[in-house]
């Protein structure tokens, strides 16, 4: 088991900036992805950006030269530097971690919002 924990989001406004972190505990030694997800009213989840194997990163379109996601081994934690931040950057922001056996675990959610 895999406990990932996000905190960083907030209120901010258009053009602005957030960091987002997420730390996993528990079976911490097999991990293979983590990545964040997000989820606006009404639409689906979707990928926002992931690491796999510590290095390689993968960006929705949406984000590229905005976002940039980046992780910590020695601390288990990934992290979403998100610049230039739009309104329709306003979502759930889901914090995910899969591991050797390919199951995912799930974090409880930060809200972002932007707006003026």
């Known amino acids: 088991q895999v406990q990932p924990v996000e905190s960083g989001g907030g209120l901010v406004q258009p053009g602005g900036s957030l960091r987002l972190s997420c730390a996993a505990s528990?079976?911490?030694?097999?991990?293979?992805?983590m990545g964040w997800y997000r989820q606006a009213p009404g639409k689906q989840r979707e990928l926002v950006a992931n690491i796999i194997g510590g290095s390689s990163t993968n960006y929705a379109d949406s984000v590229k030269g905005r976002f940039t996601i980046s992780r910590d081994n020695v601390k288990n934690t990934v992290y979403l530097q998100m610049n230039s931040l739009k309104p329709e950057d306003t979502a759930t922001y889901y914090c995910q971690v899969v591991v050797a056996d390919l199951s995912a675990y799930w974090g409880q959610g930060t809200q972002v919002t932007v707006s003026s």
């Open positions: 528990g079976s911490i030694f097999s991990i293979y992805i």
